[in-house]
Each structure stands twice: as C-alpha cells, then as structure tokens.
C-alpha cells in the first residue's frame, strides 16, 4: 500500500511545488512514462525532469523516443564495470545537487534499487517530499523512506482505462473525441475525483496544462474549456454545485 501524508489532501490547485523527477533508466520502464507524469503531477510541477543510464547501450532505446515528447533530459553514466550499475551514483549526486540549490521543493525518484534508501531519508529530513515509484520487488527499506510509494504494477493495471470513471464506449468516437476524452480521464485521475467520480473543472483544467502544456481549449474549436466540455456532453457528464459558483464534472459510462 502506498504511504500517503497530509500533503494528498490539501486542493490540486492549491498545489504549486516544484518536483524534479528522476528516472533510473535500468531500473524503469519507458512504456509507463505517461502514468509516471500523472502520478508525479499530484504532488506539483515536474520543472525538472531526467533519465539516467548508460545511453550507449540497446537497453535504452526504448526511452529515446520519450524524451523530446515528454520533454526530459538524458543523462550519460558510462558503466565503469560490466555487469554494475552505474545510474544510481550520478542521479544520487545530481538529487543532492538539486536539492542544495533550492530549485524544487520535492522529488519523485523512479526506481526500484535499495541504493536510493539514504537519498530519500535525506531528502525527507530537508522538509522536502519524496515521492518513490517502483516495482513491488523494491525493498521495504526504500519505500518506507518515500513520504509516498507507488508501485508500477498498480499503474500498469489502470492503462487503458481510467480510474476516475467505469469503462467506456470508445467505438463510436472521432479520432479528436477520444484523444479528448482520453486526455480529460488523466487530468482527472491526476487530480483525483470523488467516490461518485466528480472533480472540479477548474482543478481538471491545472491538471490538463501540467499533462500538456500546449493543452489550449480553442485546439478544439472553442475559447473556454467549460464550452468545450459541455460540447462532449455525450461522453463527459457537467453540473453546477454551490449555487452554481463551482462546476463539476464526471466522464460518463
């Protein structure tokens, strides 16, 4: 089970840290990248974000192509000696770097190595959070010094379908309503609905920018992101709650 802190209850938009994510490329899968993106944006603005390995070997092709998309930078750790992995020592020393220099106020460090243990114990002791993401193999060490831990199998068992909502009818969509949709279903699971599946539109709105930041509502022909949504009324649910000061929204079955 993941360990969580008050800092999950405080509101989305609320949230403004700044979270540098590191990846330990040999110890990481690129195919969960996008679910990595949405968990870290929970806790704040990925301002920093980093892949390390050894690039010169065929085990990190399949991160190449995540790079420019998701905007991260790769970091060269040539393996010194065959069979060891040299990746934790320079992310150990870049994280320790990062968080003297004052640039960020938490880090999410994907891995599922024990070597990261005392990087997180001290990064927590520095008042900062310390987001983990890892296999369940990870070693109770590592993920008792995370303020929060979670492991890739639970995101595995979400792709390809949102927990914010039941499973949908997808076949009867335009190319544009299910990229829409699809992208709609990650902000909201990155904010986090309640039990009846509802979030706020203006925190599902902080959520889409942090995803995409080219995100811009008139990309699908409309000036404001509530018009948008009651556009696709067909697949996404909208009410007005408080008298109708907040709106709401739900994806629908």
Same mark, same amino acid.
Request: charged residues 25%; contains cysteine.
């Given at each position: 089970?993941?360990?969580?802190?008050?800092?999950?209850?405080?509101?989305?938009?609320?949230?403004?840290?700044?979270?540098?994510?590191?990846?330990?490329?040999?110890?990481?899968?690129?195919?969960?990248?996008?679910?990595?993106?949405?968990?870290?944006?929970?806790?704040?603005?990925?301002?920093?974000?980093?892949?390390?390995?050894?690039?010169?070997?065929?085990?990190?092709?399949?991160?190449?192509?995540?790079?420019?998309?998701?905007?991260?930078?790769?970091?060269?750790?040539?393996?010194?000696?065959?069979?060891?992995?040299?990746?934790?020592?320079?992310?150990?020393?870049?994280?320790?770097?990062?968080?003297?220099?004052?640039?960020?106020? *938490?880090?999410?460090?994907?891995?599922?190595?024990?070597?990261?243990?005392?990087?997180?114990?001290?990064?927590?002791?520095?008042?900062?959070?310390?987001?983990?993401?890892?296999?369940?193999?990870?070693?109770?060490?590592?993920?008792?010094?995370?303020?929060?831990?979670?492991?890739?199998?639970?995101?595995?068992?979400?792709?390809?379908?949102?927990?914010?909502?039941?499973?949908?009818?997808?076949?009867?969509?335009?190319?544009?309503?299910?990229?829409?949709?699809?992208?709609?279903?990650?902000?909201?699971?990155?904010?986090?609905?309640?039990?009846?599946?509802?979030?706020?539109?203006?925190?599902?709105?902080?959520?889409?920018?942090?995803?995409?930041? *080219?995100?811009?509502?008139?990309?699908?022909?409309?000036?404001?992101?509530?018009?948008?949504?009651?556009?696709?009324?067909?697949?996404?649910?909208?009410?007005?709650?408080?008298? *109708?000061?907040?709106?709401?929204?739900?994806?629908?079955?």
């Amino acid at each position: 089970m993941a360990r969580t802190t008050q800092m999950q209850q405080e509101s989305f938009e609320d949230i403004e840290r700044r979270i540098a994510i590191l990846i330990d490329g040999d110890n990481a899968q690129a195919s969960l990248i996008e679910q990595i993106l949405v968990e870290a944006g929970k806790y704040g603005s990925a301002t920093i974000r980093r892949v390390y390995g050894d690039w010169t070997t065929p085990n990190m092709n399949s991160w190449k192509d995540t790079l420019n998309i998701h905007a991260f930078q790769p970091i060269q750790q040539f393996r010194y000696t065959v069979g060891k992995n040299a990746t934790d020592s320079a992310m150990i020393i870049d994280a320790m770097d990062i968080m003297h220099s004052h640039q960020v106020d *938490g880090f999410c460090l994907v891995s599922s190595d024990s070597d990261y243990t005392r990087l997180a114990t001290r990064i927590r002791e520095s008042g900062m959070l310390v987001v983990g993401i890892g296999e369940k193999k990870t070693p109770r060490a590592f993920v008792s010094a995370c303020n929060v831990f979670i492991y890739t199998e639970n995101l595995k068992s979400r792709r390809g379908s949102s927990a914010s909502s039941k499973p949908r009818k997808t076949n009867h969509m335009s190319p544009q309503e299910k990229e829409l949709v699809e992208l709609v279903s990650q902000a909201m699971d990155m904010v986090g609905p309640d039990d009846d599946g509802w979030t706020r539109l203006s925190e599902v709105g902080t959520a889409l920018r942090r995803i995409d930041p *080219g995100f811009d509502p008139r990309s699908y022909g409309h000036r404001q992101l509530s018009q948008m949504i009651k556009n696709h009324g067909r697949w996404i649910e909208m009410r007005k709650v408080a008298g *109708g000061a907040i709106i709401e929204i739900r994806l629908r079955d």
